[in-house]
């Protein structure tokens, strides 16, 4: 069974080039950096980079990826890469379908070192990369009268909920790589949501669908069962 999960910013870095535990886990929000240095360097190695993990980034510890617990409460997502689609849709003026390389290929594209945080007591920082909400929503026409949340569907049916505004100013990331590698189906493949500041079952994995929404008392899988619907990592994780 997947338990609720914690996250702090600690960076936001604008890639130049491109080079999961509980479902989703304080600190004021960081403006992206642009640099035109990778957040990977490449060496003179022949080492394929899919291989190498990234155990520090700018003087940060990252934690192993073999540190982060699978709790999920369906298992991992096994989803086939050709026929794999993310949608766009709810409250957009132009709904958007990409396939999983379309994504891979999106620019600009960003990376964070972000911890998650478990209600269950446990933490890992990884750097993560991936791609900003927010413009997946501008490539979706923008949102359209009304909208007030995201709503974030999973593979296995779970969802979980954020404020716009807070996907917005937050730059959140939905994210294709960790410490320098691909996501495997264990730890979200395709899309993990990097909900910084936020209690972990708010990260979900797996994603499919981004949906806009006006229902700002969504309830998601966790929350509806009485975990906290804001899922603030200064605030209890159960209640309102």
Not at 80 to 109: F, N
Request: charged share 20%; proline share 6%; glycine share 8%.
């Amino acid at each position: 069974m997947r338990r609720p999960a914690r996250s702090a910013l600690v960076g936001v870095i604008l890639l130049a080039t491109m080079l999961p535990g509980c479902r989703r886990a304080p600190g004021p929000a960081t403006s992206a950096v642009t640099t035109r240095t990778p957040a990977i360097e490449i060496t003179s190695s022949a080492v394929p980079l899919a291989s190498v993990e990234v155990t520090s980034y700018r003087g940060k510890r990252l934690t192993p990826i073999s540190g982060l617990y699978e709790n999920s409460i369906k298992g991992p997502q096994r989803i086939e890469r050709a026929s794999y689609r993310l949608v766009v849709d709810g409250l957009v003026a132009k709904p958007l379908s990409l396939g999983y390389d379309e994504v891979l290929a999106l620019r600009p594209a960003f990376a964070k070192v972000v911890t998650l945080d478990c209600v269950e007591g446990w933490s890992v920082t990884f750097l993560w990369e991936g791609v900003r909400v927010k413009d997946l929503i501008e490539r979706a026409g923008g949102a359209t009268a009304g909208a007030k949340v995201v709503v974030f569907h999973a593979h296995d049916g779970y969802t979980s909920s954020l404020p716009l505004d807070y996907v917005t100013n937050r730059d959140i990331l939905l994210a294709y790589r960790e410490n320098g590698v691909p996501l495997t189906a264990q730890w979200g493949w395709p899309l993990q949501l990097v909900a910084e500041d936020k209690w972990g079952y708010k990260w979900v994995k797996w994603i499919e669908r981004v949906e806009v929404s006006s229902d700002a008392a969504y309830r998601g899988y966790w929350e509806s069962r009485g975990y906290s619907n804001s899922g603030d990592l200064d605030k209890p994780e159960y209640g309102p």
